[in-house]
């Protein structure tokens, strides 16, 4: 076991940054070092935007987005394409598919996926909120961007299930082999499904 090498105040800001997704232990303390380093052109001012961020922060009625204003900025944004709506599991998704730029649609955040083992049942997403929308007249697509696990795919099917009746065309993402992969590092599920939606050449 290592030795602390600073006050325990450190040590927590080290600790708390090693939660965020992506950082470890060890990149957690060179992150803490170089916010401490650079405390005043980075650490106050980071501080301050945290401090004004999460007191705005809210829930998006619409959509399920997170902003500091309700309805969201892409609920509010009169450029996006009404007529798909792109269903995601979490924000993370959403903010995802807007940085890849493949889409101006509008979205819907479920909260998660259907998980019997975890207990989540369809009462626990923002599943009746999604049919509402819809059955919009606008909406004519509905796009099911949930991962390919067994329990994104549940999800999907469910709610195809319940749009049988909207009227609405329902489509999910593509899965198969990524841009730049090579078929040797593919697992069998992939390669399978890339043949399966194999297309036209």
């Not at 969201?72 to 996006?80: A, F, L």
């Not at 369809?122 to 009746?128: A, H, Q, V």
């Not at 990524?178 to 194999?198: F, K, M, N, S």
Request: aromatic share 2%; charged share 25%; net charge negative.
């Amino acid at each position: 076991m290592s030795r602390a090498v600073a006050g325990p105040e450190i040590e927590r800001l080290i600790q708390l940054l090693a939660r965020v997704p992506g950082l470890g232990p060890r990149s957690a303390r060179r992150a803490a070092l170089h916010l401490i380093k650079k405390r005043e052109a980075l650490l106050a001012p980071l501080t301050a935007a945290m401090g004004e961020a999460l007191g705005k922060l809210e829930t998006c009625r619409v959509c399920g987005n997170i902003d500091v204003r309700n309805p969201c900025t892409v609920c509010t944004d009169p450029t996006r394409d009404a007529a798909m709506l792109v269903v995601v599991a979490d924000v993370a998704d959403l903010w995802a598919l807007e940085r890849s730029g493949a889409t101006h649609a509008r979205y819907h955040v479920l909260g998660g996926v259907l998980s019997p083992l975890d207990g989540i049942g369809p009462d626990d997403l923002n599943i009746e909120a999604l049919v509402t929308r819809a059955h919009e007249p606008e909406v004519n697509e509905v796009l099911l961007a949930l991962g390919a696990t067994v329990d994104g795919q549940t999800t999907a099917h469910y709610i195809t299930d319940l749009l049988r009746d909207s009227g609405v065309k329902v489509t999910r993402l593509a899965q198969g082999v990524p841009v730049g992969g090579e078929l040797d590092y593919l697992d069998e599920g992939t390669l399978a499904a890339a043949i399966r939606a194999r297309t036209s050449f």
